[in-house]
């Protein structure tokens, strides 16, 4: 072990303690997929000002730490994305990590330890193959779900048990009838032909000596199940299939394995079909009594077939698809005996009931996120989605539960055959569980109103992808919904890995010349519309998520390995725009999507944005050369950062020469020369102004379609027109997003003026693209935490940060929180007369600096702000 001095030694920090230690995994698995985790932990502290300057890490096979590896003493002041010290760890293998770190009192005592338990990391453990049901191969329409199984004895009581298990489909596996876990539609979606996900479960308590039985059912999903418009068919493969491996310890130091073979048997039961789009039907009359235990007469069903080993098979490193929350709705029969159901919210999930009737009685569920003008479900916006929940009962009460599906929606209708009652009712709330870490809130409850609805809209549409609507036959991945929305999704909930997960797929999608796919992962979208020019399969500002979601992960988390993981992508990405420059420098040769949904463009044509969408390219081709250059910079790659940054200064130019004029004339041209550092310094306070006067001219309307509004805000602050900002912000006129509150939003929709003013909507007009539940527009809430409660990174984690407030727009009092990698920082304001109160609470390890709002001056001379709690008055005038 080596220490810097002999004084460090001696002396040490008994206020601060090392806490909250982790991997890369966020999983909540049994097992870290990671041969070599990166480990992260925080301080906790009562005392202010606390800064780490180095730590040392023990790895043990062992919690004796008696023969530990040690890292030695390493200078650092962040407390992210460290490397492991000791070997690799090999398949199963168990260590126990501690750390300790040096502030400037001396050393902290060790942290409690943590355990890590590698999964299987190599292709040659797996002994177990997927089994199909063979009648079940070659479906080219909506079937019933198979269900497959295996029984086993086991001579001893287990001491240790790991399941590792995934499907060709999505499954739902027990043990002794029992669920292996709560976790939903896994193994989520992925580019399967490259990349499947399994998952490791602790099963010891589900097992007992004697007869046990493993079970699943599996069901179409991503996998073969409808894919977009074209309601696309077996897009991976013509037959589900499960893949489980099941590794039990027992008492007397014996193992016994289980795994899919051809031992297993398959056949069907009260699941005639589930699909994402279409919904579930369940007959509780056909399903098999017991089938999930011990003791179940199965020899009439199939004896399974098996498939090859899949490719790319790894552990799911990110949070699992699960039942995130009950909401208690409101009922009300009509007229004609349906039962109409109000959530309340516009949500991702399905109805929980119970019903009773005798036996062959039906209850149908459908779902829709509005009604139309007769107050009935509106359901001709779902296109080919059929969203639609069909049980048929066995005779008494039932309760009644989707298998395999999940609807976008904040109504619903219930449709029952006569002599069926039916009781409670609860919307059940689906999402990829991430951990919330944002909060905003301000004294204009609209503004309150408008950031509930984008933390639900990515809640809702954070559905083992990042999607872009929850509810029609689309669901996709597109790659500039989340290339708009990243910063906001980063702050809001820990997106870490869930994102990381999907930009590993964006690598993997990605065409040879380095193009990004619109959607990830990639699915056939057929034929777009004619265009004047040629497509290049991609577009600008959609391909670039693979620069920006890369960028807004390293800023708000501060993972350098990360940053480095997808470095090729960016590169490949960047590499590619620039190929597709003309001899003017700049990108005018391709059809593009441009500012999308601008607000004036044609609503059957919404790339005919107001904003030339040539310029658009080429602005984003100069902003992801920049955040590329800074990438290289943070990684050592000292020539490849600055060649980018001279192709982000060659591009700029060009942009600026061409459409320097053009680009003044609208909020997303002014907006992305600002921002993207296409306009000249000089010009800077020039153009800032015209941004400025289209707001005002346009009465604070907004004038951005999907490209344009992330930086529509950021822009106006940042040249000092913080009023206009506001305006923009609290406009109720349609365009405007506290239009959207006012007409009752309760997610973010997909068009400005998805309802009209008078409450109705416009289905002819907006054709049938019309979601309630789209994200992009809630990057707004990056603003709201960044400027209107001034707390932003200023190095990437957070381990520096700006505590910059902007009052205005009437609000007399904000407040933000994020969690960061350290702890969680805050800042709260509030004004009452002349006076300005701000409230800071830093954590340990990071330091802050005060910048005071135009206009107002600290009683105190305020700069660097350490950590702890901070408590600053601030008054009007001179």
Same mark, same amino acid.
């Given at each position: 072990?080596?220490?810097?001095?002999?004084?460090?030694?001696?002396?040490?920090?008994?206020?601060?303690?090392?806490?909250?230690?982790?991997?890369?995994?966020?999983?909540?698995?049994?097992?870290?997929?990671?041969?070599?985790?990166?480990?992260?932990?925080?301080?906790?502290?009562?005392?202010?000002?606390?800064?780490?300057?180095?730590?040392?890490?023990?790895?043990?096979?062992?919690?004796?730490?008696?023969?530990?590896?040690?890292?030695?003493?390493?200078?650092?002041?962040?407390?992210?994305?460290?490397?492991?010290?000791?070997?690799?760890?090999?398949?199963?293998?168990?260590?126990?990590?501690?750390?300790?770190?040096?502030?400037?009192?001396?050393?902290?005592?060790?942290?409690?330890?943590?355990?890590?338990?590698?999964?299987?990391?190599?292709?040659?453990?797996?002994?177990?193959?997927?089994?199909?049901?063979?009648?079940?191969?070659?479906?080219?329409?909506?079937?019933?779900?198979?269900?497959?199984?295996?029984?086993?004895?086991?001579?001893?009581?287990?001491?240790?048990?790991?399941?590792?298990?995934?499907?060709?489909?999505?499954?739902?596996?027990?043990?002794?009838?029992?669920?292996?876990?709560?976790?939903?539609?896994?193994?989520?979606?992925?580019?399967?032909?490259?990349?499947?996900?399994?998952?490791?479960?602790?099963?010891?308590?589900?097992?007992?000596?004697?007869?046990?039985?493993?079970?699943?059912?599996?069901?179409?999903?991503?996998?073969?199940?409808?894919?977009?418009?074209?309601?696309?068919?077996?897009?991976?493969?013509?037959?589900?299939?499960?893949?489980?491996?099941?590794?039990?310890?027992?008492?007397?130091?014996?193992?016994?394995?289980?795994?899919?073979?051809?031992?297993?048997?398959?056949?069907?039961?009260?699941?005639?079909?589930?699909?994402?789009?279409?919904?579930?039907?369940?007959?509780?009359?056909?399903?098999?009594?017991?089938? *999930?235990?011990? $003791?179940?007469?199965?020899?009439?069903? #199939? =004896?399974?077939? @098996? +498939?090859?080993?899949?490719?790319?098979?790894? !552990?799911?490193?990110?949070?699992?698809?699960?039942?995130?929350?009950?909401?208690?709705?409101?009922?009300?029969?009509?007229?004609?005996?349906?039962?109409?159901?109000?959530?309340?919210?516009?949500?991702?999930?399905?109805?929980?009931?119970?019903?009773?009737?005798?036996?062959?009685?039906?209850?149908?569920?459908?779902?829709?996120?509005?009604?139309?003008d007769d107050g009935r479900l509106l359901t001709s916006i779902l296109r080919g989605a059929r969203a639609t929940d069909q049980y048929t009962l066995a005779g008494g009460?039932?309760?009644?539960?989707?298998?395999?599906?999940?609807?976008?929606?904040?109504?619903?209708?219930?449709?029952?055959?006569?002599?069926?009652?039916?009781?409670?009712?609860?919307?059940?709330?689906?999402?990829?569980?991430? *951990?919330?870490? $944002?909060?905003?809130?301000?004294?204009? #409850? =609209?503004?309150? @109103? +408008?950031?509930?609805?984008?933390?639900?809209? !990515?809640?809702?549409?954070?559905?083992?992808?990042?999607?872009?609507?929850?509810?029609?036959?689309?669901?996709?991945?597109?790659?500039?919904?989340?290339?708009?929305?990243?910063?906001?999704?980063?702050a809001t909930f820990d997106s870490r890995s869930f994102l990381d997960s999907w930009l590993t797929d964006l690598g993997i999608e990605q065409r040879p010349d380095g193009?990004?796919?619109?959607?990830?992962?990639?699915?056939?979208?057929?034929?777009?519309?004619?265009?004047?020019?040629?497509?290049?399969?991609?577009?600008?500002?959609?391909?670039?998520?693979?620069?920006?979601?890369?960028?807004?992960?390293?800023?708000?988390?501060?993972?350098?390995?990360?940053?480095?993981?997808?470095?090729?992508?960016?590169?490949?990405?960047?590499?590619?725009?620039?190929?597709?420059?003309?001899?003017?420098?700049?990108?005018?040769?391709?059809?593009? +999507?441009?500012?999308?949904?601008?607000?004036?463009?044609?609503?059957?044509?919404?790339?005919?944005?107001?904003?030339?969408?040539?310029?658009?390219?080429?602005?984003?081709?100069?902003?992801?050369?920049?955040?590329?250059?800074?990438?290289?910079?943070?990684?050592?790659?000292?020539?490849?950062?600055?060649?980018?940054?001279?192709?982000?200064?060659?591009?700029?130019?060009?942009?600026?020469?061409?459409?320097?004029?053009?680009?003044?004339?609208?909020?997303?041209?002014?907006?992305?020369?600002?921002?993207?550092?296409?306009?000249?310094?000089?010009?800077?306070?020039?153009?800032?102004?015209?941004?400025?006067?289209?707001?005002?001219?346009?009465?604070?309307?907004?004038?951005?379609?999907?490209?344009?509004?992330?930086?529509?805000?950021?822009?106006?602050?940042?040249?000092?027109?913080?009023?206009?900002?506001?305006?923009?912000?609290?406009?109720?006129?349609?365009?405007?997003?506290?239009?959207?509150?006012?007409?009752?939003?309760?997610?973010?929709?997909?068009?400005?003026?998805?309802?009209r003013p008078d409450g109705t909507i416009d289905t002819e007009k907006a054709g049938t693209m019309l979601s309630f539940n789209h994200y992009a527009y809630g990057a707004?809430?990056?603003?709201?935490?960044?400027?209107?409660?001034?707390?932003?990174?200023?190095?990437?984690?957070?381990?520096?940060?700006?505590?910059?407030?902007?009052?205005?727009?009437?609000?007399?009092?904000?407040?933000?929180?994020?969690?960061?990698?350290?702890?969680?920082?805050?800042?709260?304001?509030?004004?009452?007369?002349?006076?300005?109160?701000?409230?800071?609470?830093?954590?340990?390890?990071?330091?802050?600096?005060?910048?005071?709002?135009?206009?107002?001056?600290?009683?105190?001379?305020?700069?660097?702000?350490?950590?702890?709690?901070?408590?600053?008055?601030?008054?009007?005038?001179?």
């Open positions: 072990m080596t220490t810097s001095s002999f004084e460090a030694l001696r002396t040490t920090d008994a206020t601060t303690t090392v806490t909250g230690l982790c991997t890369a995994d966020d999983s909540g698995l049994a097992a870290t997929p990671y041969a070599q985790p990166r480990l992260s932990w925080s301080l906790v502290s009562d005392r202010p000002g606390v800064l780490q300057h180095a730590y040392e890490i023990q790895v043990c096979a062992d919690q004796s730490f008696g023969e530990a590896v040690s890292s030695g003493e390493v200078g650092s002041h962040v407390v992210t994305d460290h490397p492991w010290p000791g070997e690799a760890l090999r398949s199963r293998a168990v260590r126990h990590w501690r750390v300790r770190v040096r502030t400037d009192l001396g050393w902290t005592p060790w942290s409690e330890p943590a355990r890590v338990e590698a999964a299987l990391l190599d292709p040659t453990d797996w002994t177990a193959r997927p089994v199909h049901v063979p009648s079940d191969r070659g479906r080219t329409s909506p079937g019933p779900v198979p269900l497959l199984r295996r029984e086993f004895d086991l001579p001893a009581e287990p001491v240790s048990a790991r399941l590792y298990v995934t499907s060709l489909g999505v499954h739902r596996t027990a043990v002794n009838g029992r669920p292996v876990s709560d976790d939903l539609l896994e193994p989520g979606w992925t580019s399967y032909s490259n990349r499947l996900l399994y998952a490791t479960y602790d099963v010891t308590g589900l097992l007992t000596p004697g007869r046990n039985a493993v079970s699943a059912a599996v069901g179409d999903g991503w996998y073969r199940g409808h894919l977009t418009w074209h309601k696309n068919r077996n897009v991976y493969g013509d037959t589900s299939a499960l893949l489980a491996q099941l590794e039990v310890t027992l008492a007397d130091g014996s193992t016994v394995k289980v795994v899919t073979d051809d031992q297993w048997r398959g056949g069907y039961g009260g699941l005639p079909a589930a699909d994402l789009y279409d919904g579930c039907e369940r007959d509780l009359r056909h399903e098999p009594d017991g089938w *999930r235990m011990p $003791g179940f007469d199965d020899r009439g069903w #199939e =004896r399974a077939a @098996t +498939l090859p080993l899949p490719s790319g098979l790894a !552990q799911r490193a990110h949070p699992a698809v699960r039942a995130l929350q009950t909401i208690q709705p409101e009922q009300r029969t009509l007229p004609d005996g349906t039962i109409a159901v109000d959530a309340g919210e516009n949500i991702t999930g399905w109805l929980r009931l119970r019903a009773n009737g005798p036996a062959g009685s039906t209850v149908t569920i459908r779902h829709a996120e509005v009604l139309d009460t039932a309760e009644l539960e989707p298998e395999f599906t999940f609807h976008g929606f904040r109504y619903a209708e219930i449709d029952t055959s006569p002599g069926v009652t039916i009781g409670q009712t609860e919307v059940v709330v689906v999402a990829s569980d991430l *951990r919330r870490i $944002g909060d905003f809130h301000c004294s204009d #409850e =609209r503004v309150n @109103t +408008l950031y509930d609805n984008v933390v639900r809209s !990515q809640r809702g549409n954070f559905l083992a992808v990042p999607t872009d609507c929850p509810q029609r036959d689309e669901r996709l991945g597109w790659t500039g919904d989340i290339m708009a929305f990243a910063p906001t999704a980063c193009a990004v796919p619109l959607v990830i992962p990639d699915v056939d979208l057929g034929e777009l519309p004619p265009m004047d020019l040629p497509f290049a399969g991609t577009a600008a500002g959609w391909g670039d998520a693979a620069t920006v979601v890369p960028a807004a992960l390293f800023d708000a988390y501060g993972w350098r390995s990360l940053l480095g993981h997808h470095y090729a992508a960016m590169r490949a990405w960047v590499d590619f725009t620039a190929g597709r420059l003309d001899e003017d420098g700049t990108w005018s040769g391709n059809a593009q +999507l441009g500012d999308w949904l601008d607000p004036a463009a044609p609503p059957e044509d919404p790339a005919r944005a107001t904003t030339d969408s040539a310029y658009v390219a080429t602005a984003f081709v100069a902003h992801s050369a920049r955040l590329l250059a800074d990438a290289a910079r943070e990684l050592g790659h000292t020539d490849d950062a600055d060649r980018y940054a001279a192709l982000h200064r060659r591009t700029a130019e060009a942009a600026w020469r061409k459409w320097g004029h053009h680009a003044r004339t609208t909020q997303t041209g002014c907006a992305l020369a600002l921002e993207f550092g296409i306009t000249p310094a000089t010009e800077r306070p020039a153009v800032g102004e015209a941004l400025a006067a289209l707001v005002r001219a346009n009465s604070g309307r907004i004038a951005t379609g999907f490209l344009g509004t992330p930086f529509v805000l950021p822009a106006l602050t940042s040249t000092g027109h913080t009023a206009e900002a506001y305006q923009l912000l609290l406009n109720t006129e349609c365009p405007g997003w506290l239009y959207q509150v006012e007409r009752g939003a309760t997610t973010m929709w997909e068009r400005w003026d998805a309802i707004v809430a990056a603003w709201l935490y960044q400027s209107v409660a001034g707390l932003r990174p200023t190095t990437p984690g957070y381990h520096t940060l700006e505590v910059a407030p902007r009052p205005g727009g009437g609000l007399t009092s904000a407040a933000a929180s994020v969690t960061t990698p350290y702890g969680t920082a805050s800042v709260a304001w509030s004004i009452s007369g002349t006076t300005l109160t701000v409230g800071v609470s830093l954590p340990p390890g990071t330091t802050g600096r005060f910048r005071a709002p135009e206009g107002w001056r600290c009683t105190t001379n305020v700069g660097r702000l350490g950590s702890g709690d901070h408590h600053l008055v601030l008054h009007s005038g001179s």
